[in-house]
């Protein structure tokens, strides 16, 4: 059986919608346009934020990868490098010079003639060293005669000092004139006795003629008076004459006692004894001055002669028949004294131009085979030790090289061609490395920065960067090594470099990495 359903009894009465209406459109646009456009907008945002990378302009670029090469482990002797030089005397050059002044008057060599030690090289005009030394012979003489008078003169004082004869000489005199002299005072008592009694006699024979006056004559009278007078005069001097005697008698002791002390001391004659012998000392330093200047003008005449001061050939003849030479020190005056210069056949080496790429490569003792047109087969060498002579216009740094056994038609001057060979490495006791790894990039891709050497790098998530890189030696077509600063992994920008700034972005054009 049916049941018929009455949907009617599901309706429910609504309000009347009329008053509401457009508070309910203003509700719909909003729901249906403006909400919808917002999440649209976003959306649209999002994704235009999630595709930057592919929507904004990028610099396009083309890159290479770094080249990584293991290193070779050279055996020793291949050759590495080759270097222009020439040759030249080890270690310089030896000058033989004059050691006096004069003008050249003959050579006993010429270029490339072998001398031995000794041999003379030049001969000077010898005129003046032979006056010279004829002059400084007679001065010589002259002093040696200076020197026997003088040591004839101290033996005289010292004689003079052993035998002191005139001082005995002047002491017995003294005593002699002492004892005369006391025997003059002793006498002079007596003396005055005599002369009183002789006053004493002309006393009474005066008084006597006085008492005759007129029965005798006026001259015997005066005779009398004369007699008198004298006698009185004798005696008053022979009073006087003791205190005289007496002083002269002490002046003599006196005397005596000086000369005694004399005798004793002989100041006088020491004295002549220092100083004859410090003039004898002083003869004898001119003496040895006049033979030091005797010597010194043979030793000059003997130097006329310009010898080789060792065995060697000939290089150079540096001065001619009637050059001036001269002795002067200092190195202004060295080539005016320079005759000949020479070398050592056995001892020479060649200056070679290495590359700078290949001066990292070069070490002391290293093997070089060194080759010139000379010689037939190549020449043994080993490197010395490169110079600080650079040279900017070559491009190259100067190595000395030594030459092994030198064959006799090798010269000087002569061009060579060396060739550096690697050289042996020391064994190791322990398990073998593996040779190192290199990084080798192209040089053209390294430029020059304040802050050294850069390159650019292509970064993975689309950048540039600009790196600093150290640079290593110079490896071959045109690679140079890098040291620190780069990876294996890293792609070098090579095209589009230009106006190219750190961290600009890059799309890579090339899109298989290409080799350097």
């Given at each position: 059986?049916?049941?018929?359903?009455?949907?009617?009894?599901?309706?429910?009465?609504?309000?009347?919608?009329?008053?509401?209406?457009?508070?309910?459109?203003?509700?719909?646009?909003?729901?249906?346009?403006?909400?919808?456009?917002?999440?649209?907008?976003?959306?649209?945002?999002?994704?235009?934020?999630?595709?930057?990378?592919?929507?904004?302009?990028?610099?396009?670029?083309?890159?290479?990868?770094?080249?990584?090469?293991?290193?070779?482990?050279?055996?020793?002797?291949?050759?590495?490098?080759?270097?222009?030089?020439?040759?030249?005397?080890?270690?310089?050059?030896?000058?033989?010079?004059?050691?006096?002044?004069?003008?050249?008057?003959?050579?006993?060599?010429?270029?490339?003639?072998?001398?031995?030690?000794?041999?003379?090289?030049?001969?000077?005009?010898?005129?003046?060293?032979?006056?010279?030394?004829?002059?400084?012979?007679?001065?010589?003489?002259?002093?040696?005669?200076?020197?026997?008078?003088?040591?004839?003169e101290l033996k005289a004082a010292e004689l003079r000092m052993a035998n002191p004869v005139h001082?005995?000489?002047?002491?017995?005199?003294?005593?002699?004139?002492?004892?005369?002299?006391?025997?003059?005072?002793?006498?002079?008592?007596?003396?005055?006795?005599?002369?009183?009694?002789?006053?004493?006699?002309?006393?009474?024979?005066?008084?006597?003629?006085?008492?005759?006056?007129?029965?005798?004559?006026?001259?015997?009278?005066?005779?009398?008076?004369?007699?008198?007078?004298?006698?009185?005069?004798?005696?008053?001097?022979?009073?006087?004459?003791?205190?005289?005697?007496?002083?002269?008698v002490e002046t003599l002791c006196r005397k005596q006692v000086a000369l005694a002390e004399q005798?004793?001391?002989?100041?006088?004659?020491?004295?002549?004894?220092?100083?004859?012998?410090?003039?004898?000392?002083?003869?004898?330093?001119?003496?040895?001055?006049?033979?030091?200047?005797?010597?010194?003008?043979?030793?000059?005449?003997?130097?006329?002669?310009?010898?080789?001061?060792?065995?060697?050939?000939?290089?150079?003849?540096?001065?001619?028949?009637?050059?001036?030479?001269?002795?002067?020190?200092?190195?202004?005056?060295?080539?005016?004294?320079?005759?000949?210069?020479?070398?050592?056949?056995?001892?020479?080496?060649?200056?070679?131009?290495?590359?700078?790429?290949?001066?990292?490569?070069?070490?002391?003792?290293?093997?070089?085979?060194?080759?010139?047109?000379?010689?037939?087969?190549?020449?043994?060498?080993?490197?010395?030790?490169?110079?600080?002579?650079?040279?900017?216009?070559?491009?190259?740094?100067?190595?000395?090289?030594?030459?092994?056994?030198?064959?006799?038609?090798?010269?000087?001057?002569?061009?060579?061609?060396?060739?550096?060979?690697?050289?042996?490495?020391?064994?190791?006791?322990?398990?073998?490395?593996?040779?190192?790894?290199?990084?080798?990039?192209?040089?053209?891709?390294?430029?020059?920065?304040?802050?050294?050497?850069?390159?650019?790098?292509?970064?993975?998530?689309?950048?540039?960067?600009?790196?600093?890189?150290?640079?290593?030696?110079?490896?071959?077509?045109?690679?140079?090594?890098?040291?620190?600063?780069?990876?294996?992994?890293?792609?070098?920008?090579?095209?589009?470099?230009?106006?190219?700034?750190?961290?600009?972005?890059?799309?890579?054009?090339?899109?298989?990495?290409?080799?350097?």
């Open positions: 059986m049916t049941t018929a359903v009455d949907l009617s009894q599901l309706a429910r009465a609504r309000p009347d919608r009329g008053a509401s209406a457009p508070s309910r459109r203003r509700r719909s646009f909003f729901s249906r346009y403006v909400l919808s456009g917002g999440i649209l907008l976003g959306f649209a945002v999002l994704v235009a934020w999630a595709a930057r990378d592919q929507l904004l302009p990028r610099k396009s670029v083309t890159v290479v990868p770094v080249v990584t090469m293991r290193g070779e482990l050279r055996q020793e002797g291949t050759p590495l490098f080759q270097a222009a030089g020439w040759i030249e005397p080890r270690p310089t050059p030896m000058l033989v010079t004059a050691l006096t002044e004069g003008v050249v008057e003959k050579l006993f060599v010429v270029e490339g003639q072998a001398v031995k030690a000794g041999e003379p090289i030049a001969q000077l005009i010898e005129s003046d060293a032979k006056l010279a030394l004829r002059d400084a012979e007679a001065v010589s003489a002259l002093r040696q005669a200076e020197v026997a008078s003088m040591d004839a001082l005995d000489a002047a002491l017995a005199e003294a005593d002699s004139l002492l004892a005369k002299t006391e025997t003059e005072l002793a006498k002079v008592p007596f003396l005055i006795e005599s002369a009183k009694a002789r006053l004493d006699f002309a006393q009474r024979n005066l008084d006597g003629k006085r008492a005759a006056a007129g029965g005798i004559a006026e001259r015997l009278l005066q005779q009398a008076e004369s007699d008198f007078t004298s006698a009185e005069a004798e005696l008053a001097e022979l009073k006087q004459r003791t205190p005289r005697l007496e002083r002269e005798r004793r001391l002989l100041i006088d004659e020491s004295r002549g004894v220092a100083d004859t012998r410090a003039k004898r000392e002083a003869a004898i330093a001119r003496q040895q001055q006049s033979l030091l200047a005797a010597e010194r003008a043979k030793l000059m005449l003997e130097r006329t002669i310009i010898r080789a001061p060792r065995d060697g050939r000939v290089l150079q003849l540096a001065a001619r028949p009637g050059t001036r030479v001269t002795a002067m020190e200092g190195a202004a005056a060295l080539g005016a004294a320079t005759i000949v210069t020479l070398y050592d056949p056995n001892m020479l080496q060649i200056r070679a131009d290495v590359r700078l790429d290949d001066v990292a490569a070069v070490e002391a003792g290293q093997p070089v085979r060194i080759e010139t047109a000379s010689v037939k087969a190549p020449m043994e060498g080993f490197v010395l030790q490169p110079t600080s002579i650079a040279n900017i216009q070559k491009n190259t740094l100067e190595v000395k090289v030594a030459i092994k056994n030198p064959p006799l038609t090798v010269r000087p001057e002569m061009l060579v061609s060396a060739t550096f060979l690697a050289p042996a490495k020391p064994e190791s006791t322990g398990e073998k490395k593996s040779a190192p790894e290199r990084l080798l990039v192209r040089k053209d891709l390294v430029s020059p920065a304040e802050g050294g050497q850069v390159v650019w790098i292509a970064l993975p998530d689309g950048r540039a960067q600009q790196r600093t890189v150290q640079l290593g030696r110079a490896g071959e077509n045109g690679l140079v090594e890098i040291v620190e600063g780069l990876t294996p992994t890293d792609r070098l920008i090579v095209g589009g470099r230009d106006g190219l700034k750190n961290g600009d972005r890059i799309a890579v054009s090339n899109t298989t990495d290409i080799t350097p």
